[in-house]
């Protein structure tokens, strides 16, 4: 299997591929690369404290003397 420039391949001690790094300055404008590394960060704040964003807002506003 050929590698596409710019990709490169990490395999483990048995032989298969663990780790994959990309050269961002050859994909950097790649959509698909970009909604990858999105899910992944959404993938590793699922299990977060999640906060309605109205009270957020009213936080922010609050440290901001902004009692609105």
């Not at 790094?21 to 404290?49: G, P, Q, S, W």
Request: aromatic share 6%; glycine share 4%.
């Amino acid at each position: 299997m050929e590698t596409a420039a710019g990709i490169k391949y990490t395999k483990s001690s048995k032989g298969d591929k663990r780790y994959v790094r990309v050269d961002l300055d050859m994909y950097e404008d790649n959509r698909l690369l970009e909604d990858f590394l999105d899910l992944v960060d959404i993938e590793a704040c699922k299990n977060e404290t999640k906060k309605p964003l109205r009270d957020v807002i009213k936080e922010q506003n609050q440290k901001r003397g902004m009692d609105v």
